[in-house]
């Protein structure tokens, strides 16, 4: 079958690094995306890798390996608005979206 | 502000009741698609489309019907609610469904209690 598994909940400090990790199963692959996702609000979108390796955009960088299935994003100086959940998404063959339960990020001062 | 726009934000309804949530976007986007979202789940997707005049079933499509009469309308209804569809609904749309970022804009939501 197909399958998202991410962490449920990490918690870091202000200013720090975190990295949140996301490994996939599907039936063929057309891309892995990040979704961040505020209380209460709307997903919004913040990468998508389709290619392994490394796409940074400002504080937050996306890594994709296909071979392992396996995807991370990582958050840079840490601002307290980054607290929100964050959401793996898997692109199958057929161009359906899997989606992760999401990863939701507490931030400390 | 280009978009997508959802209505009613919250609504409670009686189980047995009929349901249309109303979804209009403005970005000329192809494709457009009913999430649901569950405490503990990820999204699943109840149906979408990829064009006007055309629907297909997503992961939960039952007791949801949907139509797509033009590029920008796409409401989805509940013809008999039940307690199970109680969730937050959302409504999103792309540019088409393939060949691209596959980058979803989405609406601000529909909360959505069956009692």
């Known amino acids: 079958g197909q399958n998202i598994d991410q962490p449920t909940e990490m918690t870091a400090t202000e200013g720090a690094i975190v990295q949140i990790n996301c490994t996939y199963q599907?039936?063929?692959?057309?891309?892995l995306f990040w979704y961040q996702q505020h209380a209460g609000e709307a997903p919004t979108f913040l990468s998508y890798?389709?290619l392994d390796g490394l796409e940074e955009k400002g504080r937050f960088s996306s890594f994709l390996s296909r071979s392992k299935g396996y995807s991370y994003l990582l958050l840079k100086e840490l601002q307290m608005k980054d607290s929100a959940s964050y959401l793996c998404?898997?692109?199958?063959?057929?161009?359906?979206?899997?989606w992760g339960a999401g990863t939701k990020l507490i931030i400390k001062p | 502000i280009a978009g997508i726009t959802q209505a009613p934000t919250s609504q409670i309804l009686a189980a047995g009741r009929r349901m249309t949530l109303r979804c209009t976007q403005d970005?000329?986007?192809?494709?457009m698609y009913w999430y649901r979202q569950d405490l503990g789940l990820g999204l699943r997707l109840i149906h979408y489309?990829?064009?006007?005049?055309?629907?297909g079933k997503g992961e939960v499509p039952d007791g949801y019907s949907v139509s797509r009469a033009n590029t920008d309308d796409f409401p989805l209804t509940l013809a008999s609610a039940v307690p199970s569809q109680t969730s937050v609904y959302f409504c999103?749309?792309?540019?088409?469904?393939?060949?691209?970022?596959?980058?979803?804009?989405f609406g601000e939501g529909s909360r959505l209690t069956v009692l």
């Open positions: 999103a749309s792309s540019e088409s469904r393939d060949g691209n970022t596959g980058e979803l804009f």
């Open positions: 970005m000329r986007h192809n494709a």
């Open positions: 489309s990829n064009t006007a005049g055309t629907t």
């Open positions: 599907t039936s063929g692959f057309n891309g």
């Open positions: 890798n389709v």
């Open positions: 998404a898997a692109m199958d063959s057929n161009y359906q979206l899997i």
